[in-house]
């Protein structure tokens, strides 16, 4: 565990595995973030379905390099930017 987390490096795992996302990551200790986290995945899924799916994009890191992730917000397209 050399290398500290940073909110770019997250920003690029969650990207990586939803595609399509639009990412927004916030922190700098290198240890605690929040992030933002838009997605066509998240369609039809509850809740803790949207936050499993994200935390599945950053496997392990998850208590370990990545002490806490706060998900503040988790949409749609739709919901995040005003459309049925």
């Known amino acids: 565990m050399t290398d500290m987390m940073n909110s770019q490096m997250i920003r690029e795992l969650i990207e990586a ?9 916030f922190g700098e200790d290198g240890a605690h973030f929040e ?10 899924c509850a809740l803790v379905r949207r936050h499993q799916l994200v935390y599945a994009c ?6 370990q390099e990545i002490h806490a992730l706060q ?12 459309r049925s």
């Open 17 to 25: 595995g939803l595609p399509g996302s639009e990412v927004q990551v």
């Open 35 to 44: 992030a933002v986290v838009i997605a066509p995945q998240f369609r039809d």
């Open 58 to 63: 950053l496997g392990d890191l998850m208590g």
């Open 71 to 82: 998900l503040s917000r988790t949409l749609t397209p739709e919901e995040a930017h005003g």
